[in-house]
C-alpha cells in the first residue's frame, strides 16, 4: 500500500463541519482511498471510499483532488460521538490487508 | 449489514497461561481472517493472515509458536496466545475478508491483561 500523510490531531466544535486532510502522492492508478474511523477501545469502522470522483454517503463525504495525490474526508455537521482516530488508507480492493498508519485524532467539542 | 463478532471483548489472565480468542462472522462467508493487534497509543499492527483450511502467515517479528491460529471454518478463526507474558498485553482485533462482495470488516477487539 501507498504511503499516506495525516495531521496528528484536529478539534472541532459539535455541529460544524470536519475536514480531515491526507496526502498520498505516491498513489497508484488502481489504489483507492479508503477511511476508516475507531474510537477509543474498539474495532476499526468503515467510512467511505474512492477512487477519483467525489463520494458521498450517509456518514460522511469524500473529496479526492484531480491528480488524486490528496483528499479530503468531510464530516458535515460533527458530533461528541465523532471523536475518534480517522485513518487515510490507500488499497487496491480486493484480497488484501489494509495498512494502518497513526492517522488523525480528531476532538470533537461542544 | 454484515456483522462480526468477536470474543471476549475483554481478558485478564496470569502470566503463563493460555487465552483464545473467537472470532465469527455471523451471516457471511470469511475466506481469510486479518488479525491485528495494538499496543496502547499506537496503530494497528499486522500479525498474521490466515485463510480457511491453511496455515497461517505471521507477520516479520510475529511468533508463530506462541500466536496459534485456527481457521477450520468459513465463519470461525481462533486466535491463541499461548503461554501468556506481560508483554503480550494488547488489543487484539480480527478482520474477516468477504470474498463475494471484496469487503473487509473488523471486530470489536478483544483487550488482553496478562498480570
Known amino acids: 500500500d501507498a504511503k499516506t500523510t495525516q495531521p496528528t490531531s484536529m478539534d472541532c466544535a459539535e455541529g460544524r463541519a470536519a475536514n480531515l486532510p491526507c496526502n498520498h502522492s505516491?498513489?497508484?492508478?488502481?489504489?483507492?482511498v479508503y477511511w476508516y474511523r475507531q474510537i477509543h477501545s474498539q474495532g476499526p469502522q468503515y467510512i467511505i471510499h474512492g477512487l477519483k470522483n467525489n463520494e458521498t454517503n450517509e456518514m460522511a463525504s469524500l473529496i479526492i483532488t484531480e491528480d488524486r495525490k490528496s483528499s479530503t474526508l468531510i464530516l458535515p455537521h460533527a458530533t461528541l460521538r465523532d471523536t475518534a482516530v480517522y485513518y487515510c488508507?490507500?488499497?487496491?480492493?480486493?484480497?488484501?490487508?489494509?495498512?494502518f498508519g497513526k492517522g488523525t485524532m480528531l476532538l470533537v467539542s461542544p | 449489514g454484515a456483522v462480526v463478532s468477536q470474543h471476549p471483548s475483554w481478558v485478564i489472565c496470569k502470566s503463563g497461561t493460555s487465552v483464545k480468542i473467537e472470532c465469527r462472522s455471523l451471516d457471511f462467508q470469511a475466506t481469510t481472517m486479518f488479525w491485528y493487534r495494538q499496543f496502547p497509543k499506537q496503530s494497528l499492527m499486522l500479525m498474521a493472515t490466515s485463510n480457511e483450511g491453511s496455515k497461517a502467515t505471521y507477520e516479520q517479528g510475529v511468533e508463530k509458536d506462541k500466536f496459534l491460529i485456527n481457521h477450520a471454518s468459513l465463519t470461525l478463526s481462533t486466535l491463541t496466545v499461548t503461554s501468556a507474558h506481560p508483554e503480550d498485553s494488547s488489543f487484539y482485533i480480527c478482520?474477516?475478508?468477504?470474498?463475494?462482495?471484496?469487503?473487509?470488516?473488523f471486530g470489536e477487539g478483544s483487550r488482553l491483561t496478562v498480570l
Open positions: 478482520s474477516p475478508y468477504r470474498v463475494d462482495t471484496g469487503e473487509l470488516f
Open positions: 505516491t498513489i497508484s492508478g488502481n489504489e483507492y
Open positions: 488508507i490507500v488499497r487496491v480492493p480486493g484480497y488484501s490487508t489494509l495498512t
